[in-house]
Protein backbone atom coordinates (compact mmCIF):
# COMPACT_ATOMS: atom_id res chain seq x y z
CA UNK A 1 0.00 0.00 0.00
CA UNK A 2 1.19 3.65 -0.61
CA UNK A 3 2.19 5.75 1.89
CA UNK A 4 1.22 9.72 2.28
CA UNK A 5 2.35 11.59 -0.21
CA UNK A 6 2.89 15.57 -0.23
CA UNK A 7 4.07 17.70 -3.28
CA UNK A 8 5.80 19.96 -3.99
CA UNK A 9 8.69 18.44 -1.47
CA UNK A 10 10.56 21.96 -1.58
CA UNK A 11 9.34 25.91 -1.82
CA UNK A 12 10.85 29.23 -2.06
CA UNK A 13 8.40 31.62 -1.73
CA UNK A 14 8.83 35.45 -0.69
CA UNK A 15 6.76 37.49 1.99
CA UNK A 16 3.22 38.46 0.97
CA UNK A 17 2.54 35.62 -1.57
CA UNK A 18 0.32 32.66 -0.99
CA UNK A 19 0.97 29.15 -1.65
CA UNK A 20 -1.08 26.11 -1.65
CA UNK A 21 0.62 22.44 -0.26
CA UNK A 22 -1.40 18.73 -1.61
CA UNK A 23 -1.14 15.70 0.73
CA UNK A 24 -2.62 12.44 -0.70
CA UNK A 25 -3.70 10.23 2.22
CA UNK A 26 -3.14 6.22 2.40
CA UNK A 27 -5.75 4.93 0.21
CA UNK A 28 -8.71 4.03 2.69
CA UNK A 29 -7.53 6.67 5.34
CA UNK A 30 -10.40 9.10 5.68
CA UNK A 31 -8.97 11.63 8.10
CA UNK A 32 -5.95 13.57 7.50
CA UNK A 33 -4.42 16.42 9.71
CA UNK A 34 -1.67 18.58 8.95
CA UNK A 35 1.68 19.81 11.23
CA UNK A 36 3.92 22.61 11.22
CA UNK A 37 7.30 21.51 12.21
CA UNK A 38 10.03 23.94 13.12
CA UNK A 39 13.22 23.94 14.97
CA UNK A 40 11.95 26.09 18.54
CA UNK A 41 8.25 24.82 18.71
CA UNK A 42 8.72 21.45 17.52
CA UNK A 43 5.31 19.65 15.48
CA UNK A 44 2.28 21.46 16.26
CA UNK A 45 -1.02 21.11 14.80
CA UNK A 46 -3.05 23.05 12.18
CA UNK A 47 -6.17 21.30 11.78
CA UNK A 48 -7.66 17.86 10.56
CA UNK A 49 -10.23 17.05 8.22
CA UNK A 50 -12.38 14.18 8.37
CA UNK A 51 -14.52 12.97 5.18
CA UNK A 52 -14.40 16.69 3.77
CA UNK A 53 -15.66 18.45 7.29
CA UNK A 54 -12.65 20.09 9.75
CA UNK A 55 -12.89 18.45 12.52
CA UNK A 56 -10.21 19.56 14.89
CA UNK A 57 -8.05 23.01 14.56
CA UNK A 58 -5.30 23.85 16.51
CA UNK A 59 -4.51 27.62 17.54
CA UNK A 60 -3.16 28.87 13.65
CA UNK A 61 -3.80 32.30 12.22
CA UNK A 62 -6.60 32.78 9.67
CA UNK A 63 -4.51 33.16 6.90
CA UNK A 64 -3.64 28.99 7.28
CA UNK A 65 -6.44 26.93 5.95
CA UNK A 66 -7.60 23.69 4.60
CA UNK A 67 -9.75 21.70 2.70
CA UNK A 68 -10.30 18.18 1.89
CA UNK A 69 -12.00 16.58 -1.61
CA UNK A 70 -14.27 13.37 -1.62
CA UNK A 71 -11.58 11.14 -2.50
CA UNK A 72 -10.13 12.19 0.91
CA UNK A 73 -6.86 14.08 -0.89
CA UNK A 74 -6.34 17.36 1.13
CA UNK A 75 -4.71 21.03 0.37
CA UNK A 76 -3.58 23.33 2.73
CA UNK A 77 -3.32 26.86 1.86
CA UNK A 78 -1.04 29.68 3.59
CA UNK A 79 -1.72 33.70 2.53
CA UNK A 80 -0.17 36.17 3.18
CA UNK A 81 3.02 34.70 4.00
CA UNK A 82 5.40 35.99 6.83
CA UNK A 83 9.13 34.75 7.74
CA UNK A 84 8.17 32.99 10.32
CA UNK A 85 5.84 30.48 8.14
CA UNK A 86 9.07 28.72 7.08
CA UNK A 87 8.48 25.58 8.54
CA UNK A 88 8.22 21.49 7.50
CA UNK A 89 4.72 21.06 6.75
CA UNK A 90 3.67 17.83 7.37
CA UNK A 91 0.70 15.52 6.28
CA UNK A 92 -0.66 12.58 8.46
CA UNK A 93 -3.56 10.27 7.71
CA UNK A 94 -5.42 7.78 10.19
CA UNK A 95 -7.23 4.99 9.49
CA UNK A 96 -10.77 5.04 11.56
CA UNK A 97 -11.81 2.39 14.27
CA UNK A 98 -8.02 2.58 16.40
CA UNK A 99 -8.80 4.15 19.81
CA UNK A 100 -5.94 5.77 19.38
CA UNK A 101 -5.24 8.35 16.83
CA UNK A 102 -1.73 6.79 15.02
CA UNK A 103 -0.88 9.20 12.31
CA UNK A 104 1.30 7.65 9.33
CA UNK A 105 2.73 11.18 7.99
CA UNK A 106 4.67 11.77 4.41
CA UNK A 107 7.97 13.10 4.17
CA UNK A 108 6.62 17.26 4.27
CA UNK A 109 6.90 20.14 2.53
CA UNK A 110 9.85 22.07 3.21
CA UNK A 111 8.71 25.84 2.66
CA UNK A 112 10.96 28.86 3.15
CA UNK A 113 9.77 31.77 3.03
CA UNK A 114 12.04 35.23 1.71
CA UNK B 1 3.90 26.57 29.44
CA UNK B 2 3.45 24.10 26.95
CA UNK B 3 0.69 20.89 27.29
CA UNK B 4 3.89 18.45 27.01
CA UNK B 5 7.49 19.01 27.43
CA UNK B 6 10.44 17.06 26.04
CA UNK B 7 14.44 17.77 26.42
CA UNK B 8 15.02 18.50 22.61
CA UNK B 9 18.84 17.15 23.28
CA UNK B 10 20.67 16.72 21.66
CA UNK B 11 22.11 13.53 23.01
CA UNK B 12 24.83 11.93 21.95
CA UNK B 13 25.99 8.16 23.46
CA UNK B 14 27.73 5.21 21.91
CA UNK B 15 26.60 2.11 20.52
CA UNK B 16 25.32 -0.60 23.18
CA UNK B 17 24.63 2.13 26.01
CA UNK B 18 21.19 2.04 27.10
CA UNK B 19 19.31 5.20 26.24
CA UNK B 20 16.68 6.95 28.03
CA UNK B 21 14.05 9.73 26.88
CA UNK B 22 11.33 11.42 29.03
CA UNK B 23 8.57 13.67 28.64
CA UNK B 24 6.19 15.09 31.14
CA UNK B 25 3.00 16.74 30.15
CA UNK B 26 -0.08 18.61 32.43
CA UNK B 27 -3.33 17.42 30.80
CA UNK B 28 -4.48 14.98 33.23
CA UNK B 29 -7.18 14.08 30.57
CA UNK B 30 -4.52 12.49 27.99
CA UNK B 31 -4.98 8.79 28.38
CA UNK B 32 -2.51 7.37 25.35
CA UNK B 33 1.44 7.88 24.53
CA UNK B 34 3.34 7.31 21.71
CA UNK B 35 6.72 7.64 21.03
CA UNK B 36 7.26 8.54 17.39
CA UNK B 37 10.57 8.52 15.34
CA UNK B 38 12.01 10.84 12.58
CA UNK B 39 14.62 10.29 10.60
CA UNK B 40 16.44 13.33 9.02
CA UNK B 41 14.00 14.52 5.63
CA UNK B 42 11.60 11.68 6.61
CA UNK B 43 8.41 11.88 8.23
CA UNK B 44 7.84 10.39 11.98
CA UNK B 45 6.64 6.94 12.10
CA UNK B 46 4.88 5.03 15.04
CA UNK B 47 7.44 3.64 17.36
CA UNK B 48 5.20 2.28 20.26
CA UNK B 49 1.91 3.31 22.08
CA UNK B 50 0.65 2.44 25.65
CA UNK B 51 -2.34 3.44 26.66
CA UNK B 52 -3.54 5.06 30.27
CA UNK B 53 -0.02 3.72 33.17
CA UNK B 54 2.29 0.73 33.02
CA UNK B 55 5.16 -0.76 30.84
CA UNK B 56 5.58 -2.07 27.37
CA UNK B 57 8.21 -4.09 25.61
CA UNK B 58 8.73 -4.33 22.06
CA UNK B 59 12.93 -5.32 21.44
CA UNK B 60 15.20 -3.14 22.19
CA UNK B 61 12.70 -0.74 23.20
CA UNK B 62 10.46 -0.21 26.80
CA UNK B 63 7.52 2.73 27.16
CA UNK B 64 7.27 3.59 30.72
CA UNK B 65 3.97 5.78 31.72
CA UNK B 66 3.52 7.18 35.04
CA UNK B 67 0.33 8.87 34.53
CA UNK B 68 0.75 10.00 38.83
CA UNK B 69 4.04 11.71 37.94
CA UNK B 70 2.59 12.96 34.66
CA UNK B 71 6.16 11.42 33.39
CA UNK B 72 6.77 9.03 30.21
CA UNK B 73 9.50 7.64 29.13
CA UNK B 74 11.15 5.75 26.20
CA UNK B 75 14.34 2.92 26.91
CA UNK B 76 16.28 1.83 24.41
CA UNK B 77 18.63 -1.22 25.20
CA UNK B 78 21.69 -1.82 23.25
CA UNK B 79 21.46 1.02 21.29
CA UNK B 80 22.59 1.16 17.44
CA UNK B 81 23.66 3.92 15.13
CA UNK B 82 20.34 3.16 13.13
CA UNK B 83 18.38 4.27 15.94
CA UNK B 84 20.14 7.70 15.54
CA UNK B 85 16.69 9.82 15.00
CA UNK B 86 14.88 12.09 16.67
CA UNK B 87 12.03 11.01 18.90
CA UNK B 88 8.71 12.55 19.48
CA UNK B 89 6.13 11.92 22.69
CA UNK B 90 2.93 12.33 21.77
CA UNK B 91 -0.22 12.13 23.55
CA UNK B 92 -4.30 12.30 23.27
CA UNK B 93 -6.94 11.85 24.87
CA UNK B 94 -9.71 8.71 24.76
CA UNK B 95 -11.94 9.69 22.83
CA UNK B 96 -11.85 6.58 20.45
CA UNK B 97 -9.29 8.58 17.51
CA UNK B 98 -11.65 11.39 17.80
CA UNK B 99 -8.81 13.97 19.51
CA UNK B 100 -6.19 15.61 18.00
CA UNK B 101 -2.59 14.53 18.95
CA UNK B 102 -0.07 16.90 21.16
CA UNK B 103 3.44 16.50 20.39
CA UNK B 104 6.78 16.94 22.60
CA UNK B 105 9.43 19.30 20.59
CA UNK B 106 11.74 15.99 19.75
CA UNK B 107 14.86 14.67 21.32
CA UNK B 108 17.58 14.56 18.86
CA UNK B 109 19.63 11.10 19.27
CA UNK B 110 23.02 10.27 18.13
CA UNK B 111 24.38 6.95 18.77
CA UNK B 112 28.13 6.75 18.35
CA UNK B 113 29.97 3.91 16.65
Known amino acids: KAGVTQTPRYLIKTRGQQVTLSCSPI?????VSWYQQTPGQGLQFLFE???????NKGNFPGRFSGRQFSNSRSEMNVSTLELGDSALYLC?????????????FGPGTRLTVL | QKEVEQDPGPLSVPEGAIVSLNCTYS??????FMWYRQYSRKGPELLMY????GNKEDGRFTAQVDKSSKYISLFIRDSQPSDSATYLC?????????????FGTGTRLTIIP
Open chain 1, 92 to 104: ASSPTGTPYNEQF
Open chain 1, 27 to 31: SGHRS
Open chain 1, 49 to 55: YFSETQR
Open chain 2, 27 to 32: NSAFQY
Open chain 2, 50 to 53: TYSS
Open chain 2, 90 to 102: AMSGANFGNEKLT
